[in-house]
């Protein structure tokens, strides 16, 4: 979507370092990072969100999920565990509607809300 942050820096209007970068998605870090990693994991088409997901997209969220783990690897968390955080709308405090992972670590976390 051509008025999307995310889009943007998908398609490198917007300069960002990426950490990870295959065919069907990207990593970079959060702006505003929450924890000393804060890594955000996107999936390089234009979904609003984790619900706006489609039995089309089942592959692509396979991608993601294993995304996570490499990600976690190049960023030296894998081992002592971290967060992903994926904000779902309104309520959850969803600020780009872009679907987004928040890859969350480098230190232990202190606010379990599940
Ligand atoms: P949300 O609240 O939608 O789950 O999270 C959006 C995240 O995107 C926030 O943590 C915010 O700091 C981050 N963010 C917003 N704009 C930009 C940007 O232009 N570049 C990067 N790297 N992160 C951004
Ligand atoms: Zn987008």
């Not at 996570?68 to 960023?75: D, N, R």
Request: with cysteine; proline share 5%.
């Amino acid at each position: 979507m051509s008025d999307c942050i995310f889009c943007k820096i998908v398609k490198k209007e917007i300069p960002s370092q990426f950490i990870y970068e295959d065919n069907d998605v990207v990593a970079f870090k959060d702006l505003h990072p929450k924890a000393p990693t804060h890594i955000l994991l996107i999936p390089k088409k234009h979904i609003e969100k984790l619900t706006d997901m489609k039995a089309e997209d089942s592959a692509l969220g396979g991608k993601l999920l294993l995304a996570v783990s490499k990600i976690a690897e190049i960023e030296g968390i894998k081992e002592n565990g971290f967060r992903v955080v994926v904000n779902n709308g309104k309520y959850a405090g969803q600020e780009v509607f872009h679907l987004h992972f928040h890859i969350l670590g480098g230190k232990p976390m202190s606010w379990n809300p599940a």
